[in-house]
Structure formats: C-alpha cells, structure tokens
C-alpha cells in the first residue's frame, strides 16, 4: 500500500537549512517518482523538487536550483529534501506526494496511484 509520512520541518532563521524527509511505504516498483511540493499562506500550491524512481533523474523549481538538493535512500525507504539558504518565502507548508510536475518540469507515467502526505510546516523568519 502506498503511503507517504513528512518529517523534518520547522523553524529557522533566514540563511539557515532543514532537511526533510518523505518516508514511503510499499515496494519501489509502486512509485514512479516522488515530488516535493509547498503551499504558502493564500497562494497556490507548487512544485519545488521531484525524483524519478525509474531512472533516478532531478528535477528542481527555478527558485529551488543551487539552494535544494533532492535525494532517495532505497536502504531507510525515504526521499529527502536538504534545503540550504533558506529565505522568508520558502515560508510553507511542505508536502510529498507520488508526483513529478511543477512550472519547468512534468513527468508523468500511467498506472500510478496519486498519493499525498499530510505535510510538514517550514518557516523561515528571524
């Protein structure tokens, strides 16, 4: 069965880092790729950051490149974002989810089931 649980969000002073984490249940052949994605107070959701499960490719939001860094960990079954420089805008609410899309990017494979976790809070502020 496919589920997703968020970890590792927070709060942390504008420069600072946080890393979360996506744990996933089930068999790796049940994903095709795992997304990060964020929703801010009174804006709409978006992408930040999305991994294949097939071929391992990245895919990162504009305002993610050089500052987010996405991973997988087959062994502990999770899929990591480190977020470095960190500014009062990435203020969110942070969710995984069994998807790959956002404004420069979009993957999609048939046959997957559309999973979302429950989201972990970032703030960033001083």
């Known amino acids: 069965q496919v589920h997703l649980v968020e970890s590792g969000g927070g709060l942390v002073q504008p420069g600072g880092s946080l890393r979360l984490s996506c744990a996933y249940s089930?068999?790796?052949?049940?994903?095709?790729?795992i997304g990060w994605y964020r929703q801010a107070p009174g804006k709409e959701r978006e992408g930040v950051s999305c991994?294949?499960?097939?071929?391992?490719?990245?895919y990162y939001a504009d305002f993610a490149k050089g500052r987010f860094t996405i991973s997988r960990d087959n062994a502990e079954k999770k899929v990591s974002l480190q977020m470095n420089v960190l500014r009062p805008d990435d203020t969110a609410h942070y969710y995984c989810?069994?998807?790959?899309?956002?404004?420069?990017?979009?993957?999609?494979?048939?046959?997957?089931?559309?999973?979302w976790g429950q989201g972990t809070p970032v703030t960033v502020s001083s």
């Open positions: 989810a069994t998807k790959c899309t956002g404004e420069n990017y979009y993957r999609v494979e048939s046959g997957y089931a559309e999973v």
């Open positions: 089930g068999r790796s052949s049940d994903y095709y790729a």
């Open positions: 991994i294949s499960f097939i071929d391992g490719t990245t």
